[in-house]
C-alpha cells in the first residue's frame, strides 16, 4: 500500500476537498476550471453517488445543483474578496484543499501558503505548478493543523503579517483537537503578526437559510436538500461533524472559548465581500438578492492574538519527535508510540501494522510516552483493535491523564481501554 492510500486510509475527510473544486469551476471561477483540467478531476455532477437516486429523483436534485453551488462560491469568493482587500497580508490557507486561490494570489503578485494534508498537497502542487510554473511565492505544505511544529516548519523567516483563512475545516476535530488547532494558530500568530480569519460559523448558523434563499424557498427542495446533504455526509466522511464547542448554538459559550485560548474576536461582514454576480444562480435576480439579505447576517469571525491568555494550552511544551517500533512475539504484537500521533504520523503506525506479516492474537499498545493522539491516530488504533478475532486481547498501557481524557471524550475508552 503506497503512501497516498494510507494517507486516505487515515484522514477520510479529505475527499471532500475534490467537490469544492468541481463546484467551484461549475459556477463559473476561471481559475478553477483551469485547475480542475489540471488536475483530472471530472466536473461536479458526473460522479456517482454510492447509493444511486432513483429516477424518479434525478430531475429534482438536478434542481438542487445551485444550492450545493451557491454555498461553495459565496464561502470561496467572499474569503478571496476580504483577503484582496489586504495586500500586505501573506496568505495562508488552512485547509487549502484544492482551491484556485493559489493561483489567483500568483497574479497578484502576493504570498500565499497552501496547507493541507499530504494527500492533498502532493496533488495540488504539480497541478498548479503545470498552470502558473514554479512561483517562490506560493509554496504549499503538508501539516497537521494540531501540531504546531508541523505549521511552523510551513513557514520561513520571510513569513510576515499573515492571514489565516479557514472555511469548512473546524467542522471535523473533536474538542481536544480543536483546543490543539487554536493553540498551534495562536503561537504562529505570536511570531509572525496577523489574522485568523474563519468562516465556518457563519455557515454552521446561516448556510439554511441561504440553501432556501437559493432554492427561492420552496419547501419541497429544501426538504430534499436535508436528506441529500444528510446521505451524503454519511458516505463521504467518516467523522462526526460539528462536536466541539465551535459549533455550539450559545455564542457567548463559543466567546468565551476563543478568549481563553489567547484571541480577540472581531466580526466582519461576509455581504461586504460577495461578488457583484452570483454564478450559481445563473442571473436569477429573485435568488440573488434573497440570498444576499441572508448575507448581511452572516460575519466572518477575525481572530487576533491577545496579550496575555486565560489559559496556557498544555500542547505548547510537547516535542517528543513521534515513533513507533513494533514486533511480533508468540502471536503478541507489541507497539511502543512515542510523541504525537495525528494525520502526519499516524500514517506510520498503520504501515508498521500492515507491514507485519506474522498471524496476530493479540495487540499490546505501549502509550507511556505518546503525548498526543488526534482522530486520525484514534482510527487507526480502533483498526487494529477490529482486527482482533478476540477482541479482550487488545491491550493500552501507560495511558496519561491528556490522552485519557481524549479517549473518553470521543467515546474510544470503550473500545481501547
Not at 472555511?167 to 509572525?192: D, H, K, P
Not at 485560548?261 to 435576480?285: I, R
Not at 513521534?322 to 504501515?351: C, H, N, W, Y
Request: with cysteine; net charge negative; aromatic share 10%.
Amino acid at each position: 500500500m503506497n503512501n497516498q492510500e494510507l494517507w486516505e486510509i487515515v484522514n477520510p475527510v479529505f475527499n471532500t476537498a475534490k467537490s469544492c473544486v468541481q463546484i467551484d469551476a461549475a459556477s463559473g471561477d476561471e481559475d478553477s476550471k483551469q485547475l480542475l483540467g489540471a488536475l483530472g478531476f471530472e466536473p461536479f455532477g458526473s460522479q456517482t453517488s454510492k447509493k444511486p437516486i432513483p429516477p424518479e429523483l434525478a430531475e429534482q436534485v438536478k434542481r438542487l445543483f445551485p444550492a450545493y453551488m451557491i454555498l461553495l462560491e459565496t464561502r470561496f469568493q467572499t474569503m478571496n474578496r476580504l483577503a484582496e482587500s489586504r495586500p500586505a497580508c501573506q496568505i495562508a490557507d488552512l485547509p487549502c484543499g484544492y482551491t484556485a486561490r493559489g493561483i489567483r494570489m500568483s497574479r497578484q503578485g502576493r504570498v500565499y501558503y497552501g496547507l493541507d494534508l499530504p494527500a492533498v498537497i502532493d496533488t495540488i502542487r504539480p497541478a498548479a505548478a503545470s498552470l502558473i510554473g514554479e512561483n517562490s511565492n506560493i509554496r504549499y505544505c503538508a501539516v497537521d493543523a494540531t501540531n504546531y511544529d508541523s505549521l511552523k516548519k510551513a513557514f520561513p523567516d520571510t513569513a510576515r503579517n499573515l492571514m489565516f483563512t479557514t472555511e469548512g475545516l473546524l467542522m471535523y476535530f473533536n474538542q481536544s483537537e480543536l483546543e490543539e488547532v487554536f493553540s498551534a494558530v495562536r503561537r504562529i500568530l505570536q511570531q509572525y503578526g496577523g489574522s485568523w480569519v474563519i468562516a465556518d460559523r457563519a455557515y454552521f448558523l446561516y448556510d439554511k437559510e441561504v440553501v432556501a434563499a437559493s432554492l427561492k424557498h420552496d419547501p419541497r427542495l429544501t426538504a430534499l436538500y436535508s436528506a441529500v446533504t444528510k446521505q451524503a455526509a454519511a458516505t463521504t466522511a467518516d467523522v462526526t461533524f460539528n462536536n466541539n464547542v465551535f459549533f455550539d448554538p450559545d455564542d457567548e459559550k463559543v466567546r468565551a472559548f476563543i478568549r481563553s485560548m489567547g484571541f480577540e474576536l472581531t466580526e466582519v461582514c461576509m455581504a461586504d465581500f460577495l461578488p457583484d454576480q452570483l454564478g450559481a444562480l445563473g442571473g436569477d435576480q429573485e435568488a440573488d438578492e434573497a440570498v444576499r439579505k441572508v448575507f448581511q447576517k452572516m460575519m466572518f469571525w477575525e481572530l487576533t492574538v491577545r496579550q496575555a491568555a486565560d489559559k496556557s494550552p498544555a500542547s505548547d511544551d510537547k516535542n517528543l519527535p513521534f515513533a513507533a517500533e513494533g514486533r511480533v512475539e508468540d502471536g503478541v504484537f507489541r507497539i511502543s508510540i512515542q510523541g504525537r500521533m495525528d494525520t502526519i504520523t499516524a500514517p506510520e503506525l498503520l504501515k508498521l501494522f500492515q507491514e507485519t506479516e506474522e498471524k496476530i492474537r493479540a495487540i499490546h499498545v505501549d502509550v507511556s510516552r505518546m503525548e498526543y493522539v488526534s482522530s486520525a491516530g484514534l482510527r487507526v488504533l480502533l483498526m487494529m483493535y477490529k482486527s482482533l478475532e478476540d477482541k479482550e486481547l487488545f491491550e493500552m498501557t501507560g495511558v496519561n491523564e491528556a490522552v485519557r481524557e481524549i479517549l473518553e471524550t470521543t467515546g474510544f475508552d470503550q473500545f481501547l481501554l
